[in-house]
């Protein structure tokens, strides 16, 4: 029986850090903590439940069923699951999430040298997928490519720039935003709810399952404990480059009050404690962070859609990878503009998929409780979704007055509710049913 050494859980553990790690990790904690002002632990905690929190009980999800989302879905039946799975892979595959870590890193890493033209992002990109599709087309080398070449080059750059927020500051923590004043925790919970990393952790469980097993451990007990370690070791990452990022944020008023997100206030910052230089490095780190989640996606969708259709592994990642490659020369504006709705729309549901699995020792009958409540969760996932997109107007007033609808989450009493009443049914029919497809 193959078990891994430490070097190599650390490794495992550096690889799923790092698929986690893009450029939307970076920039929303600095925006987030300068919001947050005096009120930035209360914030900060609120953003590592849903930033960290959520993607963590993800990975063990997946874990517990053995990293593949078809298991994790069995309860709906097989073609809601694979609607659900086909859905959520190319939303945050070659659709959106992928293409867009290729523009935001040319945008913060690239165009400030080189202007903001169609030429250069097209150089940059086809540059960029080159190395992504070197890197993904054999995934069994994830772990030594990324685990321990490219993170710990990522992990320095890091360094650098959270040790230097926590210990040169650009002033004193400021004042809090009017919407943090009241509710500070709150806050901080919906900005790590717009990660989307849960999303991403649907995705990546299945890539991180696969690594291991291409270390030569086979045993399913040992597959799963190892992927809760390495989500473990990407959580304890994730949470101390978060609250170094909040810190800046919250203690830059003073040189980039005027900012309006998050890629701004780290340009100030690092102009103002480190000139060219801190551009630099800036650059490094979100060309990395970007680079290790797109080779993280373009891999997890070649595993699914390979398994799924009549194709091979390496045909599904470099068609995928040119398509990402011509999506992300739309430009980000469009790319985002579309992308939000979708993703918006797609969220609930994978919340409440991962928040069922992890209580599936309650049900009798899983696929009692999985159809209602995931299909009320998908009424208010489009309803959300249609607010995002600006069809406000399409959306019954009565979904507006729901608790919490103002911040997005107006599905949640319903989702609740639902869950309760299947629940007494659930037990009041008794004997478990056989999941059917």
Same mark, same amino acid.
Request: proline share 5%; aromatic share 10%.
């Given at each position: 029986?193959?078990?891994?050494?430490?070097?190599?859980?650390?490794?495992?553990?550096?690889?799923?850090?790092?698929?986690?790690?893009?450029?939307?990790?970076?920039?929303?904690?600095?925006?987030?903590?300068?919001?947050?002002?005096? /009120?930035?632990?209360? =914030?900060?905690?609120?953003? #590592?439940?849903?930033?960290?929190?959520?993607?963590?009980?993800?990975? &063990?999800?997946?874990?517990?069923?053995?990293?593949?989302?078809?298991?994790?879905?069995?309860?709906?039946? $097989?073609?809601?699951?694979? #609607?659900?799975? &086909?859905?959520? +892979?190319?939303? @945050?595959?070659?659709?959106?999430?992928?293409?867009?870590?290729?523009?935001?890193?040319?945008?913060?890493?690239?165009?400030?040298?080189?202007?903001?033209?169609?030429?250069?992002?097209?150089? +940059?990109?086809?540059?960029?997928? =080159?190395?992504?599709?070197?890197?993904?087309?054999?995934?069994?080398?994830?772990?030594?490519?990324?685990?321990?070449?490219?993170?710990?080059?990522?992990?320095? *750059?890091?360094?650098?720039?959270?040790?230097?927020?926590?210990?040169?500051?650009?002033?004193?923590?400021?004042?809090?935003?009017?919407?943090?004043?009241?509710?500070?925790?709150?806050?901080? %919970?919906?900005?790590? +709810? #717009?990660?989307?990393?849960?999303?991403?952790?649907?995705?990546?469980?299945?890539?991180?399952?696969?690594? @291991?097993?291409?270390?030569?451990?086979?045993?399913?007990?040992?597959?799963?404990?190892?992927?809760?370690?390495?989500?473990?070791?990407?959580?304890?990452?994730?949470?101390?480059?978060?609250?170094?990022? %909040?810190?800046?944020?919250?203690?830059?008023?003073?040189?980039? *009050? !005027?900012?309006?997100? *998050? &890629?701004?206030?780290?340009?100030?910052? &690092?102009? /103002?404690?480190?000139?060219?230089?801190?551009?630099?490095?800036?650059?490094?780190?979100?060309?990395?962070?970007?680079?290790?989640?797109?080779?993280?996606?373009?891999?997890?969708?070649? !595993? %699914?859609?390979?398994?799924?259709?009549?194709?091979?592994?390496?045909?599904?990642?470099?068609?995928?990878?040119?398509?990402?490659?011509?999506?992300?020369?739309?430009?980000?504006?469009?790319?985002?503009?579309?992308?939000?709705?979708?993703?918006?729309?797609?969220?609930?549901?994978? @919340?409440?998929?991962?928040?069922?699995?992890?209580?599936?020792?309650?049900?009798?009958?899983?696929?009692?409780?999985?159809?209602?409540?995931?299909?009320?969760?998908?009424?208010?996932?489009?309803?959300?979704? #249609?607010?995002?997109?600006?069809?406000?107007?399409?959306?019954?007033?009565?979904?507006?007055?729901?608790?919490?609808?103002? /911040?997005?989450?107006?599905?949640?009493?319903?989702?609740?509710?639902?869950?309760?009443?299947?629940?007494?049914?659930? $037990?009041?029919?008794?004997?478990?049913?056989?999941?059917?497809?």
């Amino acid at each position: 029986m193959t078990r891994l050494k430490g070097s190599d859980l650390l490794a495992l553990g550096f690889m799923t850090f790092a698929l986690f790690l893009g450029a939307g990790n970076i920039i929303f904690p600095p925006s987030a903590g300068m919001a947050a002002g005096e /009120h930035l632990g209360s =914030a900060a905690l609120g953003f #590592l439940l849903t930033g960290v929190g959520l993607p963590l009980l993800t990975i &063990v999800a997946l874990a517990r069923v053995g990293g593949g989302m078809a298991l994790l879905t069995a309860p709906l039946g $097989r073609r809601a699951g694979v #609607l659900f799975a &086909v859905a959520v +892979y190319l939303a @945050i595959g070659p659709l959106f999430a992928t293409p867009r870590t290729a523009v935001v890193s040319f945008e913060m890493g690239v165009a400030p040298f080189t202007g903001n033209s169609g030429t250069p992002l097209l150089v +940059y990109s086809l540059a960029y997928f =080159a190395a992504v599709l070197f890197l993904s087309l054999n995934p069994g080398r994830l772990v030594d490519r990324i685990g321990k070449f490219i993170t710990p080059v990522l992990l320095a *750059g890091l360094l650098v720039l959270g040790g230097a927020a926590l210990f040169a500051p650009a002033g004193s923590v400021g004042e809090a935003a009017e919407a943090y004043r009241s509710a500070p925790f709150v806050q901080g %919970f919906l900005q790590g +709810y #717009l990660t989307m990393d849960t999303l991403g952790a649907l995705v990546f469980g299945i890539v991180i399952a696969t690594a @291991i097993r291409d270390r030569g451990v086979s045993e399913r007990g040992l597959i799963t404990r190892y992927s809760v370690i390495a989500g473990l070791i990407a959580a304890l990452g994730l949470s101390l480059v978060y609250l170094a990022l %909040f810190y800046l944020g919250a203690t830059s008023q003073g040189i980039a *009050g !005027e900012a309006q997100n *998050g &890629v701004q206030i780290l340009t100030a910052y &690092v102009q /103002h404690s480190f000139g060219t230089t801190g551009s630099l490095l800036l650059a490094l780190v979100i060309t990395l962070a970007c680079l290790t989640t797109a080779v993280g996606l373009l891999t997890a969708c070649g !595993e %699914f859609f390979s398994d799924l259709l009549p194709v091979s592994y390496r045909t599904v990642v470099v068609a995928f990878g040119l398509f990402s490659l011509v999506v992300a020369n739309q430009g980000l504006t469009q790319l985002i503009s579309v992308s939000v709705p979708v993703l918006v729309g797609l969220y609930p549901l994978a @919340i409440v998929l991962v928040a069922l699995s992890l209580f599936d020792g309650l049900w009798l009958s899983p696929r009692r409780i999985f159809v209602p409540v995931m299909l009320v969760a998908l009424i208010f996932g489009l309803v959300d979704a #249609l607010g995002a997109a600006g069809f406000k107007q399409w959306v019954p007033a009565l979904f507006a007055e729901l608790p919490l609808a103002e /911040h997005g989450l107006g599905w949640l009493v319903p989702v609740l509710g639902t869950l309760l009443v299947v629940a007494i049914v659930d $037990r009041l029919l008794g004997e478990p049913q056989s999941v059917t497809a």
